[in-house]
């Protein structure tokens, strides 16, 4: 399904508002939208739902995705550059070409990912991080 940049903003801005106050506003779900090549950069979109959304090409460079779930997503050439995806559901997504350079992926779940030339330079991860087999190489 595909999204208006009017609607989209609405969506942004309710969320923007759920996040300072949670009786206020509403949290951000985008389940199964087209956001194909969408410029999320330095939002918090913290517990955003971007399930099974299709996100190829899209930009969240130094964004605040805490927790947010991106189960099933086409991340296809993401960039996910210096943002914190602490604690995200990143299962079964196809991350092929995605970036996550300089990313917090302390906790993140990669269970059943495709991470086929997928680059992690100076990422973070920890002992909670899922699905990296073998470990995220330091160096792409």
């Known amino acids: 399904m595909e ?12 969320h923007a508002a759920w996040l300072e106050n949670h009786s206020n506003g509403r949290r951000a779900d985008l389940q199964e939208i087209d956001l194909q090549g969408v410029d999320f ?8 739902n971007f399930a099974d959304a299709n ?9 605040n ?9 086409n991340l296809v050439e993401v960039k996910f550059q210096e943002s914190n995806l602490e604690r995200a559901n990143l299962s079964y997504t196809d991350l092929t070409f995605a970036d996550f350079g300089g990313a917090n992926l302390k906790g993140a779940n990669f269970y059943g990912s495709i991470l086929r030339n997928t680059k992690f330079l100076r990422a973070e991860i920890d002992e909670h991080t899922i699905g990296l087999t073998p470990p995220c190489p330091t160096e792409n």
């Open 3 to 14: 999204i208006s940049q009017e609607v989209l903003k609405k969506i942004l801005d309710a």
């Open 41 to 48: 950069s330095d939002m918090n979109l913290s517990y955003a």
């Open 55 to 63: 996100l190829w090409c899209a930009k969240f460079c130094e964004s």
């Open 65 to 73: 995705l805490y927790r947010a779930n991106f189960e099933g997503a």
